[in-house]
């Protein structure tokens, strides 16, 4: 007998496509975690104007030209530091670039307190992330072959003989790679979907929250479900099933565990009350071309990183220094650490990015600073990194 079906009976699953629109395969591997996941196709109906003797609206065709969007939410949850994390894909799809990996190091000297000197070729770039006691940072210099220097110092200083952990950082590029999403349910009858040339338009970061929580949306190719789906649709031809499913254990990293810098490696701020950082790429699909139906491929124009965030106003130097960066429009380098122990650590690192004037927001008992949309700039796919360890 049917029933209801239970909103939380479901897993979802994504991956890069190896050509857009063309379904990519996936393991029990490429499960994660979400709040969820929506996803809207609609056709496009054209104006008619034809003499039709009445009133009445007669219909569309079923081969006008569809539009798809999806919209999914997911939390910062804990890593185990193998391959990538399973929403690994959706990053990569929001900021371009493959991942990299930071080798193991081990320190062999230390020149004031965020610079270092490595046993071996440290094989670092502007950018990339090193882990170590529960805290990642950016090199933001590369010295020579077994010296870097990073964004910030870390609260203890490693010593000759420490170990650097690696961490897994994602980058920018000029193009940027399709995904698809699957959303399988339970029971086995109900209707499951399958998301194929989904692009990332907005990826958008929250803090202190309850959790640190993404959101990732944009257009997409085609949205196939289990109930109509047809041989040769995404170059599939059968619907696919699930994956045999596999342990899959994660706790979610509480929203007020974290660091913020905003400014020199000196400025560290405890007072944020909240922050956001949003990315867009400002996508467009081929979808207005003779022939087809769906989307041909997807198109990025210029991105836009946008930070907003709010301090509590304080009369020490570091804050005051904040506020007339805002006034002259100096760019300043900001970093976020989300979390605070290993395997539970994300590093978001903006080189430079230019503070608006603050708001005074005096309806609480303290007085607040809220900084409004305020963009990162850079030289060449260097407005922002991500980072997890």
Same mark, same amino acid.
């Given at each position: 007998?049917?029933?209801?079906?239970? =909103?939380?009976?479901?897993?979802?699953?994504?991956?890069?496509?190896?050509?857009?629109?063309?379904?990519?395969?996936?393991?029990?591997?490429?499960?994660?975690?979400?709040?969820?996941?929506?996803?809207?196709?609609?056709?496009?109906?054209? !104006?008619?104007?034809? !003499?039709?003797? *009445?009133?009445?609206?007669?219909?569309?065709?079923?081969?006008?030209?569809?539009?798809?969007?999806?919209?999914?939410?997911?939390?910062?949850?804990?890593?185990?530091?193998?391959?990538? /994390?399973?929403?690994? /894909?959706?990053?990569?799809?929001?900021?371009?670039?493959?991942?990299?990996?930071?080798?193991? +190091?081990?320190?062999?000297?230390?020149?004031?307190?965020?610079?270092?000197?490595?046993?071996?070729?440290?094989?670092? =770039?502007?950018?990339?992330?090193?882990?170590?006691?529960? #805290?990642?940072?950016?090199?933001?210099?590369?010295?020579?072959?077994?010296?870097?220097?990073?964004?910030?110092?870390?609260?203890?200083?490693?010593?000759?003989?420490? =170990?650097?952990?690696?961490?897994?950082?994602?980058?920018?590029?000029?193009?940027?790679?399709?995904?698809?999403?699957?959303?399988?349910?339970?029971?086995?009858?109900?209707?499951?979907?399958?998301?194929?040339?989904?692009?990332?338009?907005?990826?958008?970061?929250?803090?202190?929250?309850?959790?640190? #929580?993404?959101?990732?949306?944009?257009?997409?190719? %085609?949205?196939?479900?289990?109930?109509?789906?047809?041989?040769?649709?995404?170059? +599939?031809?059968?619907?696919?099933? #699930?994956?045999?499913?596999?342990?899959? %254990?994660?706790?979610?990293?509480?929203?007020?565990?974290?660091?913020?810098?905003?400014?020199?490696?000196?400025?560290?701020?405890? *007072?944020?009350?909240?922050? =956001?950082?949003?990315? !867009?790429?400002?996508?467009?699909?081929?979808?207005? #071309?003779?022939?087809?139906?769906?989307?041909?491929?997807?198109?990025?124009?210029?991105?836009?990183?946008?930070?907003?965030?709010?301090?509590?106003?304080?009369?020490?130097?570091?804050?005051?220094?904040?506020?007339?960066?805002? !006034?002259?429009?100096?760019?300043?380098?900001?970093?976020?650490?989300?979390?605070?122990?290993?395997?539970? +650590?994300?590093?978001?690192?903006?080189?430079?990015?230019? /503070?608006?004037?603050?708001?005074?927001?005096?309806?609480?008992?303290?007085?607040?600073? %809220?900084?409004?949309?305020?963009?990162?700039?850079?030289?060449?796919?260097?407005?922002?990194?991500?980072?997890?360890?």
């Amino acid at each position: 007998m049917s029933s209801y079906i239970s =909103s939380n009976a479901n897993r979802f699953y994504v991956a890069l496509e190896a050509a857009y629109g063309q379904a990519a395969a996936i393991t029990a591997a490429n499960r994660f975690p979400a709040v969820r996941l929506q996803a809207h196709q609609s056709l496009e109906i054209g !104006k008619r104007l034809d !003499k039709t003797g *009445t009133r009445t609206f007669l219909g569309a065709s079923s081969s006008s030209r569809r539009t798809t969007s999806f919209d999914v939410q997911t939390y910062l949850t804990s890593w185990s530091g193998m391959g990538t /994390p399973g929403y690994g /894909p959706l990053f990569q799809a929001a900021l371009g670039a493959a991942p990299t990996m930071s080798m193991a +190091l081990v320190v062999a000297g230390v020149d004031g307190t965020a610079q270092f000197q490595t046993t071996t070729a440290h094989g670092l =770039s502007f950018g990339m992330a090193i882990s170590y006691s529960s #805290e990642i940072r950016f090199v933001t210099s590369v010295i020579d072959a077994q010296t870097i220097l990073v964004n910030a110092p870390f609260t203890t200083t490693p010593t000759a003989g420490a =170990s650097l952990i690696p961490a897994l950082t994602y980058s920018l590029a000029n193009t940027l790679p399709s995904i698809t999403l699957y959303d399988f349910w339970d029971p086995i009858t109900t209707v499951s979907r399958v998301i194929t040339g989904a692009a990332v338009d907005a990826m958008t970061f929250s803090l202190n929250g309850d959790f640190h #929580e993404f959101t990732f949306s944009g257009p997409a190719g %085609d949205l196939l479900d289990s109930s109509s789906f047809a041989a040769g649709s995404a170059g +599939l031809t059968n619907y696919p099933a #699930e994956p045999s499913r596999a342990s899959f %254990d994660y706790s979610i990293v509480p929203g007020h565990l974290g660091q913020v810098w905003l400014g020199g490696p000196a400025n560290q701020f405890f *007072t944020m009350t909240s922050a =956001s950082l949003e990315v !867009k790429n400002n996508i467009q699909t081929r979808n207005e #071309e003779f022939g087809s139906s769906y989307p041909r491929a997807i198109a990025a124009a210029n991105r836009e990183v946008i930070s907003k965030f709010s301090l509590l106003a304080q009369d020490d130097a570091q804050t005051i220094a904040l506020y007339a960066a805002a !006034k002259q429009r100096t760019s300043l380098p900001a970093m976020l650490q989300l979390g605070q122990q290993q395997g539970h +650590l994300m590093g978001v690192y903006l080189p430079a990015t230019v /503070p608006e004037i603050p708001v005074f927001n005096d309806v609480g008992p303290r007085l607040q600073w %809220d900084f409004l949309n305020n963009l990162a700039q850079g030289e060449s796919n260097d407005e922002i990194f991500v980072a997890f360890a």
